[in-house]
């Protein structure tokens, strides 16, 4: 089991940078494949960025392509994503999540969640 703890969200204008990281309690970080999630308001849950340090393959949204990177570090049990060039869109709660094996690309795929971190892009 493993339990998630995500941080680094806030205000920003548009155009501007965020950095979230998500700290993961036990000793397998490494074996677990993690993805970051948004919420907006009145919309479902989507995939945002995925990664499997084991499996290997990186999943990314078409609308943070080129945008966001996710990346981890294995030896701090920390997931991060980087978002350059926020947009008013991207506004949401952002959660890590993670599951064993290959990415997953669907909520219903992750069996441990984060309590999320607000992100507020202005225009």
């Known amino acids: 089991q493993v339990q998630l703890v995500e941080s680094g969200g806030g205000l920003v204008q548009a155009g501007g940078s965020l950095r979230l990281s998500c700290a993961a309690s036990?000793?397998?970080?490494?074996?677990?494949?993690m993805g970051w999630f948004r919420q907006a308001p009145g919309k479902e849950r989507e995939i945002v960025a995925a990664?499997?340090?084991?499996?290997?393959?990186?999943y990314y949204a078409d609308s943070v392509k080129g945008r966001f990177t996710i990346s981890r570090d294995n030896a701090k049990n920390t997931l991060y994503l980087q978002m350059n060039s926020l947009k008013p869109g991207d506004t949401a709660v952002y959660y890590c999540?993670?599951?064993?094996?290959?990415?997953?690309?669907?909520?219903?795929?992750?069996?441990?969640w984060g309590q999320g971190t607000q992100v507020t892009v202005s225009s």
């Open positions: 990664n499997s340090y084991i499996r290997g393959g990186t």
């Open positions: 999540a993670a599951r064993r094996g290959a990415v997953g690309t669907t909520p219903g795929e992750y069996a441990y």
């Open positions: 036990g000793r397998t970080f490494g074996s677990y494949a």
